[in-house]
């Protein structure tokens, strides 16, 4: 089990998660509020997100390795462990829904700044706007994922389970 002067390193590292994925879905939200705003703050909450994402894997990891550390096979830990699994998945499909916003949004921008067909930009604005929308309601569903797991993981804490 890896450890930081004497502290497994699974708590640690799912505070990145902890953060960084609902501050996404926060930059997401404000995104998909104005256009101007998705095209100057898209690409950071693009990178935070995808910071997010990638924590959830290391986290896993961390996770399984505390789990054997701890004798495993606790019910309360077994909850954590099960919920965990639904992580991952929604939060890729709230990257995507991301990246494709903020990557049709810059297309945009560039088709507009060029000499591109005024209803080719009309329709890749709209396309934007909508995935930009989707990508919201994705971040605050991996928001409530997070949360969830979270709070599984911290009734074995407080119940002394993990000490």
Same mark, same amino acid.
């Given at each position: 089990?890896?450890? &930081?002067?004497? $502290? !497994?390193? @699974?708590?640690?590292?799912? *505070? ?13 939200? +404000? $995104?998909? +509020? ?9 690409? !950071? ?11 959830? !894997? ?5 996770? =399984?390795? #505390?789990? =054997?550390?701890?004798?495993? *096979?606790?019910? /309360?830990?077994?909850? @954590? ?6 992580? /991952?998945? +929604?939060? #890729? &499909?709230?990257?995507?829904? #991301? ?8 297309? =945009? ?6 000499? @591109?067909?005024?209803? %080719? ?5 709209? +396309? ?14 991996? %928001? ?20």
């Amino acid at each position: 089990m890896w450890v &930081i002067d004497g $502290i !497994p390193l @699974h708590p640690l590292v799912v *505070h990145a998660v902890v953060v960084l994925l609902p501050l996404a879905a926060l930059g997401a939200v +404000v $995104i998909a +509020v104005r256009r101007s705003w998705r095209r100057a703050l898209g690409v !950071p909450v693009l990178l935070v997100a995808l910071a997010g994402v990638a924590a959830v !894997p290391m986290a896993t990891t961390t996770g =399984t390795q #505390l789990w =054997t550390a701890l004798g495993g *096979h606790n019910p /309360l830990i077994d909850v @954590h462990a099960q919920r965990a699994s639904w992580v /991952l998945p +929604v939060a #890729l &499909i709230f990257l995507l829904l #991301l990246a494709g916003a903020v990557l049709t949004e810059l297309a =945009t921008a560039r088709a507009e700044a060029g000499l @591109h067909a005024r209803t %080719t930009t009309a329709t890749r604005a709209r +396309v934007a706007t909508g995935l930009s929308v989707l990508a919201a309601l994705a971040g605050l569903a991996v %928001t409530a994922v997070v949360v969830w797991v979270g709070h599984a993981g911290s009734v074995v804490v407080w119940q002394g389970i993990g000490q």
